[in-house]
């Protein structure tokens, strides 16, 4: 199975080869960094979580008059509404894009652009949908579970898909980058 696998694996083209060796390296990377450094310190997730935090109850703020928060939750009229985890915070997925940018041939200062754009992106839609979450649990209860699980997971993923097509569209032109 192993010598299979080696020999599907030399048939690849170069490019791909080359995208998989990034995606795998960058991956275990991540895995590493993340569980056995980042994670048992909370960094970044907490900072993150905060800033979705502080932007969604920002947001709310222009159609509640009365929107805090207090600790991970988010209050509207002192009723609380929405609870933003470690896991919501986008954190996952600004990984994801990044890492499908490092893993293409690219000058680095297009990967610099796309991926501070991209983040930035993401996140404003992340604030976004948390707002929209919100709002959706004070008014539509029944619509909320399926927003959160479903459509606007949706969006997002297909913003970051979207981006992604941007980004690899002229691929052609920087072969010659490879190492």
């Given at each position: 199975?192993?010598?299979?696998?080696?020999?599907?694996?030399?048939?690849?083209?170069?490019?791909?080869?080359?995208?998989?060796?990034?995606?795998?390296?960058?991956?275990?990377?991540?895995?590493?960094?993340?569980?056995?450094?980042?994670?048992?310190?909370?960094?970044?997730?907490?900072?993150?979580?905060?800033?979705?935090?502080?932007?969604?109850?920002?947001t709310l703020s222009?159609?509640?008059?009365?929107?805090?928060?207090?600790?991970?939750?988010?209050?509207?009229?002192?009723?609380?509404?929405?609870?933003?985890?470690?896991?919501?915070?986008?954190?996952?997925?600004?990984?994801?894009?990044?890492?499908?940018?490092?893993?293409?041939?690219?000058?680095?200062?297009?990967?610099?652009?796309?991926?501070?754009?991209?983040?930035?992106?993401?996140?404003?839609?992340?604030?976004?949908?948390?707002?929209?979450?919100?709002?959706?649990?004070?008014?539509?209860?029944?619509?909320?579970?399926?927003?959160?699980?479903?459509?606007?997971?949706?969006?997002?993923?297909?913003?970051?898909?979207?981006?992604?097509?941007?980004?690899?569209?002229?691929?052609?032109?920087?072969?010659?980058?490879q190492a």
């Open positions: 199975m192993i010598y299979r696998v080696k020999r599907i694996y030399k048939e690849l083209p170069l490019a791909v080869r080359n995208f998989l060796i990034r995606a795998l390296l960058l991956f275990a990377g991540w895995l590493l960094i993340y569980n056995l450094v980042l994670k048992p310190i909370n960094v970044p997730d907490r900072q993150l979580t905060q800033f979705v935090e502080w932007g969604t109850v920002k222009f159609f509640y008059p009365n929107v805090s928060s207090e600790g991970q939750d988010v209050l509207i009229n002192n009723q609380g509404v929405l609870g933003i985890a470690n896991q919501c915070n986008g954190l996952e997925l600004i990984v994801l894009y990044i890492g499908f940018l490092f893993c293409l041939p690219t000058r680095p200062l297009r990967m610099l652009l796309y991926g501070v754009v991209g983040t930035i992106i993401i996140c404003i839609l992340n604030i976004g949908r948390c707002a929209a979450l919100a709002m959706l649990y004070m008014s539509h209860n029944y619509y909320a579970d399926f927003a959160h699980h479903y459509a606007f997971k949706l969006v997002v993923y297909a913003a970051v898909f979207f981006g992604w097509i941007i980004y690899s569209k002229n691929i052609g032109r920087n072969a010659q980058l």
